[in-house]
């Protein structure tokens, strides 16, 4: 059986949640700038900017990812579910002064984090009409060429 949490331990705890997320949030932003420039670096073709660029971006996302994951471990310990319901019962918990702080900063979280998947959907998309083009040419040099139903 768990022993019941001190209120020490879990301010300490709620305390963590709250720097964790104003940290999301400034990775987050970051994150979205990132992939702003992914597009550019897209755009111009600059495989060798895009190579050393995916390699930091790929790393913020991991240390994203383990932040979600302590994030869900945080919230579990304290009774809640590890996601974002759970987090919207915990804000609802908190003391009136509290939840609107940390309210406003879930939900800017939560906006950072869906603004981010659009420009990296966008960047998918580009990414997929670049290579079908890459096809189009490549499949073109290995078609007869024909000229007005005659080949040449």
Do not use: T
Not at 124 to 152: C, S, T, W
């Amino acid at each position: 059986m768990v022993e019941a949490m001190n209120k020490n331990a879990k301010r300490e705890i709620i305390q963590g949640l709250v720097r964790g997320i104003r940290q999301d949030i400034d990775g987050y932003k970051q994150l979205k700038s990132l992939l702003k420039r992914q597009r550019e670096l897209m755009q111009r073709r600059d495989n060798q900017g895009l190579h050393h660029h995916n390699e930091h971006q790929s790393s913020l996302c991991h240390n994203l990812m383990i932040k979600a994951g302590e994030r869900r471990k945080m919230l579990e310990s304290l009774g809640f579910q590890g996601s974002a319901s759970g987090m919207r019962s915990l804000i609802e918990r908190l003391p009136e002064s509290s939840s609107e702080q940390v309210s406003m900063l879930w939900n800017n979280l939560v906006s950072l984090v869906k603004e981010s998947k659009q420009v990296n959907e966008a960047n998918g998309k580009l990414l997929v009409g670049q290579q079908e083009v890459i096809n189009q040419l490549l499949q073109r040099d290995e078609q007869p060429a024909v000229d007005y139903g005659e080949k040449r």
